[in-house]
């Protein structure tokens, strides 16, 4: 994460989003152009709609995030 953001904190920040009326779409695009990371914000989005991701501790994060799209 860039500028000292966790996940948590993005999770938060998505889900006040979402509440507001913005899109899924609208809400990636503004964290992802924020921090640069392209995906921990689809899986702060993800959790912030309640979606269930399911990782496995050995696969990298990137896999984990591929996978679940």
């Given amino acids: 994460m860039s500028h000292g953001e966790d ?6 920040e998505a ?5 507001a009326g913005q899109s899924d ?6 964290l992802a152009a924020r921090t ?3 995906g921990v914000c689809v899986l702060a989005v993800c959790l ?3 979606v269930v991701v399911k990782c496995h501790a ?4 990137d896999a984990r995030v591929t996978a679940a799209w």
């Avoid at 050995?58 to 994060?61: L, Q």
Wanted: glycine fraction near 12%.
């Fill in 25 to 30: 779409e609208e809400v990636f695009a503004k």
């Fill in 48 to 50: 912030a709609l309640g």
């Fill in 58 to 61: 050995h696969i990298s994060s």
């Fill in 36 to 38: 640069g990371n392209w």
């Fill in 7 to 12: 996940e948590g904190a993005l999770v938060l």
């Fill in 15 to 19: 889900q006040e989003m979402l509440a």
